[in-house]
């Protein structure tokens, strides 16, 4: 199959600047269209071409033994009810080793325990791997995480991987060489108003597209739904008829979902010991993972997608 084209992608999808690099870069590494999230796929020769000069340039590797498979927003599922867990953008997977990358465009959505929390929990899933973790950033401070002998750390600026990006794709096919100038561009916007750029983006590309005026206006012009107003109505209406229910929230990454279903844990908690929807417990449906099939269209389209299910036992 085909990569989504890059406009239509900008198109179709609210998604963020990180986002928007995040599906280009994977693509890229595929060869072909982006994943359902936290699948095992082999890169294309490019990407794995890629991924070993990325890992020379964090680690100094520079041979594998075998090649990896490599996964789209890894989970890291939570300890405990009471816990986010944790999505790294990629995973580099080995038998022995995993490699975690996060990449940001915007330094304010650096979190002070993100990094560390992803070491914590990839020790707690994967005791017997060695783990290594590349922060693939705008320039900017930040506190190292803490690591010890079984993990490494290593921070890249988007300036120091752009030149392996196109040594890379520089003479790749058409498809290739427009997710590649999407990407470049994007990265390039860094610093600036990113609905702007986007704007401007489609803009310049509708003649390129088929019958793109309706599907833009209504795309831009319609107030993005609030996902955590939309699964409490559904938490009301599981509570009264105890059905099932799942959220269609076209989530821009695992993470999102993750802190979704712990925003509402902790709000249902809160709530009287008499209201029925106590008993009403958020949870992430995994298609690899839970059985049967997606509820909803984001959920088939990514695999994961929040759940409302009501339990004898209260949340607390």
Known sequence: MAMEDPVRLLRRLRLGREEYCQRLLTMLILGGPYPPWNTSNAPSDRGARFLRELDTLSFGMTAWDALPLFVDEFDLPARRYEEQGGAPDYAVLWPERLWMI???????????????????????????????????????????????????????????????????????????????????????????????????????????????????????????????????????????????????????????????????????????????????????WNATTSGGTALTTSGAETGYELRLSRYGKPVC
């Open 102 to 284: 996060e990449l940001k465009t915007e330094t304010a959505s650096h979190r002070r325990e993100q990094l560390p929390g992803y070491l914590t929990l990839a020790g707690h899933h994967h005791p017997t791997r060695r783990i290594d973790l590349t922060y693939l950033t705008p320039p900017m401070p930040h506190a190292p995480p803490i690591t010890g002998e079984r993990a490494r750390f290593h921070h890249l600026t988007w300036a120091q991987v752009v030149p392996l990006i196109t040594d890379v794709w520089g003479d790749g096919d058409d498809a290739e060489q427009r997710a590649v100038d999407l990407l470049l561009a994007a990265l390039d916007s860094i610093g600036t108003d990113w609905n702007s750029w986007r704007t401007a983006q489609l803009a310049h590309d509708l003649p390129d597209l088929a019958d793109p005026q309706t599907e833009t206006a209504i795309a831009d012009t319609q107030p993005p739904a609030d996902p955590f107003r939309e699964a409490m109505a559904l938490a009301e209406a599981t509570a009264r008829d105890c059905r099932q229910r799942a959220l269609d929230h076209a989530a821009t990454s695992l993470e999102e979902l993750q802190r979704l279903r712990l925003s509402l844990r902790e709000a249902i908690r809160t709530l009287s010991d008499l209201s029925p929807i106590r008993h009403v417990q958020p949870w992430i």
